[in-house]
């Protein structure tokens, strides 16, 4: 499924993505990460804890142990610094699993429930690719709330990653017009995002 370069890549963007978005979260202004919104989770908190429980579960299901939740919806952390702590230990626990694994391993098939009591199997870098994907995914909603403050989201697209962490990484710059607007939350304004743009 996956190699262990890819593994190891995808932990280190994992903790760089969810450290640049709580970064940028600390920095709204008041009560907007709690403010209700029209989403399932109810707010920026919620959509975060999401994440986390799910982090918590599919790590469960690696280390095959019970999870103990029974839905995926817990408000487990109420205060988004106690949030970006326990979000920094679970991060912390992937990229350590990672770093442990072989070919071989991630190759080994694994049982699961979901919360619902359906189940299945994957192999668990597949796993890791699921987790990965979820959090990105979930990312996204966050994202969209910042467009209601209006505030300019971080951008924590692999290609950013890469760019500021591979020293491989090339990049090519294509000509600006003059005074452009850019997405790098210093010049942009979350209500006129240019199509063009943005990833």
Not at 7 to 26: C, E, G, M, P, V
Not at 133 to 145: A, D, F, L, P
Request: aromatic share 10%; hydrophobic share 35%; net charge negative.
């Amino acid at each position: 499924m996956i190699n262990l370069a890819t593994a190891h890549l995808l932990t280190d963007y994992k903790i760089w993505a969810n450290q640049r978005l709580f970064d940028s979260l600390q920095a709204l202004p008041a009560g907007e990460t709690t403010r209700e919104r029209k989403t399932v989770f109810k707010n920026m908190i919620g959509t975060l804890n999401h994440i986390y429980v799910v982090d918590r579960i599919w790590q469960a299901h690696l280390e095959g142990r019970e999870h103990g939740f029974t839905t995926s919806h817990d408000l487990v952390h109420t205060d988004l610094g106690e949030l970006r702590q326990a979000q920094q230990e679970v991060d912390g626990w992937y990229r350590t699993w990672s770093a442990q694994q072989t070919e071989a391993s991630l190759n080994r098939m694994i049982d699961f429930k979901f919360v619902s009591g359906d189940g299945g199997t994957m192999n668990a870098g597949a796993i890791l690719m699921h987790v990965i994907n979820h959090n990105n995914y979930h990312r996204g909603w966050v994202v969209q709330m910042y467009f209601e403050i209006p505030q300019m989201p971080p951008m924590t697209d692999l290609p950013v990653y890469l760019r500021e962490v591979d020293p491989g990484f090339k990049p090519i710059s294509a000509p600006v017009a003059q005074e452009a607007p850019t997405c790098d939350g210093q010049s942009a304004s979350a209500t006129s995002v240019p199509p063009d743009r943005c990833r």
